[in-house]
Structures are given as C-alpha cells and as structure tokens.
C-alpha cells in the first residue's frame, strides 16, 4: 500500500502574484485549496491503514482459527435456539429427546426431556443410549416412534399410546406396566420390555402390556419378566358404552409372568374380536397360558400356531376359555407335560373349535364348571401325547363332536357324575399303544359301529399278527362285539372298554366308527 505526502504551500508563492485589495488573493485561494487537499489526502491515509488491517486478518484469520471448537460454539447456540429447533423439525419431520437436553448417559434424569419431547406432537426419534425417566409422563398422542435398537429407557410409570406407533428400543419397567394401550389404534412392533416388580403381585398387578380400548397390533416383540409381573399382554375394556377392542397379537414371545401370558376379556366391552397367532410363551401362571373370556355372545378370538412350552405350575393351562369365549384353536402346540393340568379348558359355557392341535402331557381337553351351563366343543384331527386323560368332564354338561383324532392315551376319561353328550363321526377316533392288561375306555351316546383294529407287536407262531373286530353299540346299553376277543370288551353306562387281557404282549390299536 501506498502512502500520499502533502502539498507544500511554499511552492505556490513562487508562481501566483499578490494583491492588496480586500478579496482573496491567488495566494490565499491556494492556501485554502492546499489545505483542502491535504485533509483529504490524511482522510485517504487513514482509510488505506484501516484497509491494510482488516487485509492482514483476512488472509491470517484461517490461520489462528480452531475450526472444530468454532463449529461446536456455533451449533450449540442454534440448538440452544427454540426458533431453530422448530425450523430443523419442520424439515426433517422428527424430534428426538436430545433436541430437549436428554443426556442418555444413564445417570441423569431426563424425565423433563421426554415429557418436553413427546408434548412436541411431532413424531419421536430415540438414539442409542441409557436413558433414566423415572417420573416422565410419556404420552403418544397420534405420533410415531422409532427407536434405535440399543436405545434403553428405564421408567416407573407406563407409557401411554392414544393412536400411536412405537418400534423398537428397549424398555425397563421398574414396578410398573410398560406400555398401556389406553385407545385408538396402536401398535408395538420389535420393542423389548424387561419388567420387575417389588412388592405383592396380586395387589399390584402390573403387566408387561395393558390395553383398555380400541385397535391394537402387538408383534414382534419380548415380553419378559423375572416372576413378578402379573400378565405379560392383558386386554379387557373399560366399563362404558360401545367400548370394545380388536387386538393382533403376533409372533411374540412371552416369558416368565405370575398369571398369564395373553389375557383377553369382553366382560366390560360390548365385542371383542382377537387374531392370536405365531407366538411363543413360555411362563407360569396359575391359569391358562393364553386364557380368553367372553361375555354373552359377543367376542371371537382365534388361537393358531402359537407354541406353548411347559410352566412351572401345577396350576397351568394351555389355553382357557370361559364364560362364551368363542373361539378356534387350531395349529398350536401345546405342552404341558410338567404341569400336570389342561392343555385346552372350556370353562362355563364356552364355544370353541379345537383341531389340528399337537397336546403333550397333562389333560389334552376338559370340559369343567357348573350345573347351569353347557360347553359346546368340536374337536378333530388333534394328535394328544403323553396325556394322562385325554378328556375330563367335571360337573358340567358338554356337547362334544369328535372327528378323526389320533390319540395316545385314553380318549375319553370321566371323573365326575356328568358325562358328555358324545358325537362320534366317520374316521380314527383313536390310535395308541397298550401294554398287556391295560384298557382305554371309550364314551358313547347313540347308535354305533366301531372297528378295532388291535396288532400285535411280538410275532406268535400259529397266530394272526392283526385282529379286526366290530362292536355295535346302542342306547339301551346293548352291545356285539364280533371277535374271539370279546372277552376283552364290557360296556356299562355308556362306557365301552376295552382291556387288552387276552394276547399276552402290547399291542397297538386303531378305533375308527364306521356308521
């Protein structure tokens, strides 16, 4: 840069002449010019060193700047900024808890945050982190909620959805229920809960999930508690008009809950309609693994392809129906060998289609409750292992249809004074091993041609292999049996037995009706 020197004024007297009158003189004009000149000349100086300044840092601003510790000021006075934060939702189309102050580092109390969060009404993004919201009060209110997979939220109140989706995470329930269903139409998909309970399970009473009304999908989930959460899915409305619900509970799988793995109820709500299917529990409730109840007439549910594993109790079911749970049940694999119970119950007039079902141990299916009430049972095509009755009827009438089972065991067992009205239909109704001197007993209602089909499983010298042998039933307590081995066959009460005494080894049967 350049630097402009003065005008001497000694040079102009040199050149312009003098007057002496009482106007300015050359002289004097020049003076006044110089003078002008010089101040513009200084001001032009001046600016030129202010120029060369900002052009020395300028070129050396890059040079002393820590780009990193200026880039983090600058974005946490925008994220600091609510007006920013609203413009960044507004484009990305999400909140997450940090954008409120959530740490995620698993010791502070980002409760607020949450709450803060979730208030927004913007759908919901959780990153991966510990999250501590011990008194957040989480409501989902016609948002979406996906969670990263290694995203833990640890609470002690429920997390409500009104309409909402929430999928994935993992979700730490310290004495309390996890998630409530409260109404609209909700979803869980691929979410984790882990739910403790300190204190009296039958006074508190928290489940892994509750649902009070409306449309609900539940799938893909794990719903896991150490033995003091109550109910791992638990579904029954709330009193009032026209409540109801509809649940799709799928591919779950539930584990180690106090009373039952799924819940239904429509005792409180006017209909109440449930798809069950493809999931896997494994717990020990003091009733029925997967227990549905109806009300009157209303309700239908449909139990299909879920496995049950053994409980811990010998007070558990498989699946339970009572009070008009209509229902069918089909495709499950039901084992309650260690529990020594019912691996299908009806309970108190209930209506259900029990077929294609594989039950190990315990009762196959009971029909049990009082005088008043009638269940109603079809059942067909099931295969029944290792059960130690495959049907017990107690103190309760029952209409039962039985169609081409296969059994191994007794087909049916009466325990108590009530016996069912028996309709047995075209195909096997049995199928079983008996060793010597053991029988299994058949109940029959009506008319009836039955063909035994016994085989031995030793080979005797001179001696059929196999035996076929007809015995015609009817009501008035009658009956043929055309076989040598007719000795192995009484009938009394309606009660048709057979008892291998006569061959002398084990033999296997088949029992068809051929009406």
Not at 24 to 51: P, R
Not at 157 to 183: E, H, M
Not at 400 to 427: C, F, K, Q
Request: hydrophobic share 35%; proline share 2%; net charge negative.
């Amino acid at each position: 840069m350049y630097h402009i020197e003065p005008i001497k004024r000694f040079i102009c007297q040199k050149v312009l002449p003098v007057t002496y009158d009482n106007s300015l003189s050359y002289y004097e004009v020049l003076c006044k010019f110089v003078h002008t000149i010089n101040d513009v000349i200084a001001n032009m100086n001046g600016l030129v060193a202010d120029y060369q300044a900002l052009y020395d840092f300028v070129i050396n601003y890059f040079d002393n700047l820590d780009i990193s510790e200026e880039l983090d000021k600058k974005l946490e006075e925008l994220l600091e900024s609510e007006e920013f934060a609203l413009y960044l939702t507004g484009i990305i189309g999400f909140v997450t808890p940090t954008m409120y102050g959530a740490k995620g580092d698993g010791e502070t109390n980002d409760s607020e945050a949450f709450e803060d969060c979730f208030a927004s009404g913007y759908d919901v993004k959780i990153f991966a982190g510990d999250y501590k919201i011990p008194d957040a009060i989480v409501s989902v209110d016609h948002q979406n909620v996906q969670c990263d997979e290694n995203a833990k939220l640890y609470t002690e109140n429920p997390i409500y959805l009104y309409t909402g989706r929430w999928q994935g995470g993992k979700v730490y329930a310290d004495t309390t229920t996890a998630f409530s269903l409260a109404s609209g139409d909700n979803e869980l998909d691929g979410v984790t809960i882990n739910l403790s309970v300190d204190g009296d399970i039958e006074t508190l009473k928290k489940n892994g999930v509750s649902c009070t009304d409306g449309t609900g999908v539940i799938k893909n989930c794990h719903i896991n508690s150490d033995g003091t959460g109550y109910m791992g899915i638990w579904a029954d409305a709330h009193d009032g008009t026209n409540n109801h619900y509809v649940l799709q509970i799928h591919n779950n799988y539930i584990h180690g809950f106090y009373r039952n793995g799924i819940f239904t109820s429509a005792k409180a709500c006017d209909i109440a309609y449930n798809i069950l299917d493809y999931n896997h529990l494994s717990t020990n409730p003091g009733g029925g693994q997967i227990d549905i109840v109806g009300k009157a007439t209303q309700g239908y549910t449909t139990v299909r392809n879920n496995i049950i594993q053994n409980g811990a109790s010998e007070a558990t079911s498989g699946i339970e129906l009572e009070l008009s749970g209509n229902a069918e049940i089909y495709s499950n694999v039901i084992d309650v060998s260690t529990t020594m119970l019912y691996g299908v119950v009806l309970q108190h007039a209930s209506h259900a289609n029990v077929h294609d079902n594989t039950i190990i141990g315990g009762t196959a299916i009971a029909s049990i409750g009082t005088d008043e009430y009638v269940n109603i049972l079809t059942t067909h095509n099931n295969w029944l292992y290792g059960c130690t009755y495959n049907f017990y009827n107690g103190n309760q009438t029952s209409i039962i249809s039985l169609d081409e089972s296969r059994y191994a065991g007794n087909l049916i067992t009466n325990v108590a004074s009530h016996r069912p009205i028996m309709d047995v239909n075209n195909g096997y109704m049995w199928t079983g091993q008996l060793e010597e001197n053991t029988g299994c007993n058949f109940y029959v209602k009506g008319v009836h041609n039955l063909k035994f089909i016994v085989q031995r499983t030793e080979p005797v010298e001179g001696q059929p292999s196999v035996y076929m042998t007809d015995v015609l039933v009817d009501d008035d307590n009658g009956f043929v049996v055309t076989s040598s081995q007719s000795s192995d066959f009484t009938f009394a009460d309606h009660i048709l037995t057979y008892g291998n005494n006569t061959l002398g080894q084990t033999v296997n049967v088949k029992v068809m009706t051929v009406n």
